[in-house]
């Protein structure tokens, strides 16, 4: 079972990333697939949640409105589009997936059973 994130790197407040999330090892249409990310200095936090039943996706408010996401079951690929970013978006990024977390731990680390490595995102001028 592997999840690798991919895609990170430095861009300038305004800009836009695309993060890329690729699955093994297991039936990744059956699992809800997360990001989360990681400051420096502070601690992992929830960034969305695409469902695996209903394909539905629930946002951090921190980048609801700015931040998109997409899912390709045949390929076992999940991505995330960064737009507008903002310093504080500077993180590394993290995609982790989880056997249908009840909709109340979404956001819950422990919800997800397979992570990836990190990608570093960036943001500075």
């Known amino acids: 079972v592997q999840l690798q994130a991919c895609g990170g790197g430095s861009v300038q407040p305004g800009g836009s990333l695309r993060l890329s999330c690729a699955a093994s090892g297991f039936t990744s249409n059956q699992y809800t697939i997360a990001w989360f990310r990681q400051a420096p200095g502070k601690e992992r936090e929830w960034v969305s949640s695409?469902?695996?039943?209903?394909?539905?996706?629930y946002w951090a408010d921190s980048v609801k409105g700015r931040f998109a996401d997409s899912r390709d079951n045949a390929k076992k690929m999940a991505y995330l589009q960064m737009n507008s970013l903002q310093p504080e978006d500077t993180a590394v990024y993290y995609c982790?997936?989880?056997?249908?977390?009840?909709?109340?731990?979404?956001?819950?680390?422990?919800?997800?059973?397979?992570w990836g490595h990190g990608t570093l995102v960036t943001v500075s001028s």
């Open positions: 695409r469902r695996s039943g209903d394909g539905r996706t």
């Open positions: 982790a997936a989880g056997l249908r977390p009840i909709l109340s731990a979404l956001h819950l680390m422990g919800s997800y059973s397979y």
